[in-house]
């Protein structure tokens, strides 16, 4: 993924480990609100990212047919960066780590469901996402670009 592309009318292509495009992640430049859209790479939505105002605490949506499938907000609490994800039909995920510099972890019940690192990568403006096996690997990578446009 690319860091600090996600601005609204920001495009960008996900590789997988090959360097294949696998999903594209579509700003929407005419939304009042902050608006991204995770294709694949026939241009299928597989899920909505929508930043949601006027709330006590910001929070992102994160849309799957129309339907809210889990919602990203900041924990209030602690020193370190961490973020609630509220998971509709599933257990509910913590993210906590560095965010600003895109190294941390996803994980439910302290178990770990995917790492986020630059360290990875030569390229100074990307960041890997590593997700476990059996994962939802389009909603975990709709999670990070949330996780992205709150930070």
């Not at 592309?5 to 700003?27: A, H, M, P, T, Y």
């Not at 919602?71 to 509910?92: M, N, P």
Request: net charge negative.
């Amino acid at each position: 993924m690319r860091e600090k592309l996600l601005s609204i009318g920001d495009d960008f292509w996900i590789e997988n480990d090959q360097g294949q495009r696998v999903f594209k992640v579509n700003g929407k430049a005419v939304r009042i609100r902050d608006t991204f859209v995770l294709e694949d790479t026939s241009g299928n939505e597989l899920a909505s990212i929508q930043e949601r105002k006027l709330s006590i605490r910001d929070k992102v949506d994160v849309k799957r047919g129309g339907d809210t499938a889990a919602t990203v907000h900041k924990a209030l609490i602690g020193i370190r960066d961490r973020f609630a994800i509220d998971v509709k039909d599933g257990e509910d995920l913590k993210a906590h780590g560095n965010i600003v510099d895109h190294e941390y972890q996803i994980e439910r019940d302290g178990r770990t469901v995917a790492t986020i690192s630059k360290k990875w990568f030569r390229v100074r403006e990307s960041y890997g996402v590593e997700i476990s096996a059996g994962e939802d690997v389009p909603l975990i990578l709709a999670l990070t670009v949330a996780i992205d446009s709150l930070t």
